[in-house]
């Protein structure tokens, strides 16, 4: 097979143009109603596959003409756009995410504005980059909809099987343990007790936000929103990934968490060393109010019984005790 030969590239353009890139007359090869982006060895028959040449088969002129979001964003950056959600197509073609996914042109999808973000270095400043962006969305089918087992990249579980997500948190969980990382992804020079390696322990005890969180019947109970003292709070609920002025990824505002809040208004939150009471205050508000219960945190809310102190000298984060105290 001579790809360069120009009557075989005008055959496959005629193919893609005809047939929507269509393998066997059947299933469309990339497809957004399969899930499927990524294309692979049968791209075109086979006949398109390690191309590093999109323009050979794909003309800008005719690509994307039913997808109003990026549409215009392909139109201007041509073909540089293709290989970050079609895959490398065989091909040492590097995939740029942030080409499109940046504040400018897709400023929501996701928020990256903030100096900490996912970087495999604890509290490293500045923002992802493209290798950030595909450890955790190898494969997305960029539909719009987040979905666990969609949307995320496959990493195996504590038996070394790819099994599917129960829940965000379990996709966070299959890195941050201490005993089946992901080669790679090591999480290396941390005290057996740090959060990062400990999580995957401490989400099993009382009050961590993790599979079991209590009964409620404490000195300052109550919560607002949908959260209840039974919720499985997601880590999102107040790590940032994409995105944030805070270090530890605590979240800096309430629009990109708290999935649970069920708040029109959004709040800032600004922690300060080990006063995460502005993150506290987003979802705990007592329902008798006692100590400085009813003292602005700083962030138009209250609710919480110490304001402005160091709330880890009692709440530690994974401590298998009622209330984490």
């Known amino acids: 097979m001579i ?129 950030d962006c595909l450890s955790c969305h190898d494969a997305s089918d960029m539909d719009g909809r987040f979905e666990l087992n969609q949307d995320l990249t496959r990493y195996p579980d504590q038996n070394q099987l790819l099994t599917h997500y129960s829940s965000l948190s379990d996709f966070c969980l299959r890195c941050h343990n201490r005993d089946h990382q992901q080669p790679g992804y090591e999480i290396t020079d941390t005290a057996y007790e740090d959060p990062l390696i400990a999580i995957e322990e401490a989400f099993t005890y009382v009050d961590k936000h993790g599979a079991i969180d209590g ?21 999102t609920d107040c790590h940032a990934m994409h995105g944030t002025e805070n270090g530890g990824l605590i979240l800096d505002t309430t629009a990109t968490g708290f999935s649970l809040l069920n708040e029109s208004q959004t709040y800032d939150v600004i922690t300060n060393g080990p006063n995460y009471t502005q993150l506290c205050v987003v979802c705990h508000l007592m329902e008798t109010l006692l100590d400085d219960g009813a003292t602005d945190a700083g962030n138009g809310l209250s609710g919480v019984h110490q304001v402005g102190g160091d709330c880890y000298v009692c709440h530690s984060h994974g401590e298998p005790v009622q209330a984490g105290m």
């Open 215 to 235: 009964l409620g019947t404490r000195t300052y109970a109550g919560l607002r929103g949908g959260y209840s003292y039974a919720s499985e709070v997601p880590c």
């Open 3 to 131: 790809l360069a030969n120009p009557l075989r590239m005008m055959l496959l353009w005629i193919v893609v143009v005809l047939t929507g890139c269509v393998s066997g007359g059947e299933e469309p090869v990339v497809s957004l109603a399969s899930g499927n982006l990524i294309v692979d060895e049968s791209h075109a028959d086979g006949g398109a596959w390690g191309l590093p040449d999109c323009s050979a088969c794909h003309a800008l002129s005719a690509i994307h003409d039913d997808a109003n979001l990026i549409r215009g964003i392909t139109k201007n950056k041509g073909y540089d756009t293709c290989a970050g959600c079609h895959g490398s197509n065989g091909t040492s073609i590097a995939r740029r995410c942030i080409i499109c996914h940046n504040s400018t042109d897709l400023p929501t999808a996701p928020r990256q504005q903030g100096r900490f973000s996912h970087h495999y270095t604890r509290d490293v400043a500045g923002r992802m980059d493209n290798a």
